[in-house]
């Protein structure tokens, strides 16, 4: 909710009103977040928690649960709408690695292996170009993102997705974790939805594998859907539409680990999207000082 603080009242007041649609940092695991201002460098940074995946039993045996994410520094878009977020600058410093795809078209029901990166602790950035955009499902009724995530997963072809990266990848797919997007057509616009689908994400059932969505505010008529994914061992903290969607998802397969983990990027729909972008980074250890 965009607006500003009335420091006579001592009061938040909305540009639009309290009726105004709410959007979230994160739509995935994440909670008990909290901002600082750099002054050093003028910028605002957010920090949060993700919680588990796994059992109370399990956490009890790992002897730890929960974790801080990567920090993210946050402001205000160009249109005035909404907070985008980007993991901080400094990440870039632990990348080591570069493999760089050339453009290329990824066809309905291809899968691409990105090579050369160690696919447990990497950063990847993907830009894809949508044409063809007639070919779109046609949503017929307003639903809730997170509930369309879970009856449209990566599995569920549609004209135009899903699309994007599958991460922690067993060999024969019997694990992954699916980051993707899907274009529908829904009164006359098109709507971007980006879903985080960790229903296949783990052979031990006892993990919480529940999938998240959100709609995106991009058209892509003018836009590139680019996404952008850190992955950490058990976190991948992904951002659609450079920031203006995140979501945070908590997995731990049994199959998909250290190098028997594998990264791919992938094309479920019916139509060819075009990867106009893709840049891959094994990431280095933080020294903590």
Known sequence: MIGGYNAAKDVFVPNNGFNEFV???????????????????????????????????????????????????????????????WPVVEIEKLRANLVNLPPQVLKGGQLLQINGVTATHADVEISFEVSNLRNAEVLDYWMDPQILCSKKGSAVKSGLGPFGLLVFASKGLQEYTSIFFRIFRHQHKNLVLLCSDQSRSSLNKDNDMTTYGTFVDVDPRHEKLSLRSLIDHSVVESFGGEGRACITARVYPTLAINDKAQIYAFNNGTVDVKITRLSAWSMNKAQIN
């Open 23 to 85: 959007l979230r940092y994160d739509y995935g695991k994440y909670y008990a977040s909290k901002t600082f201002f750099d002054h050093g460098k003028k910028r605002r940074i957010l920090l949060g928690w993700v919680n588990e995946s796994s059992s109370v039993a399990n956490d009890i045996k790992k002897g730890w649960s929960g974790i801080h994410t990567i920090p993210r520094a946050i402001w205000l878009h160009k249109s005035g709408k909404q907070v985008v977020q």
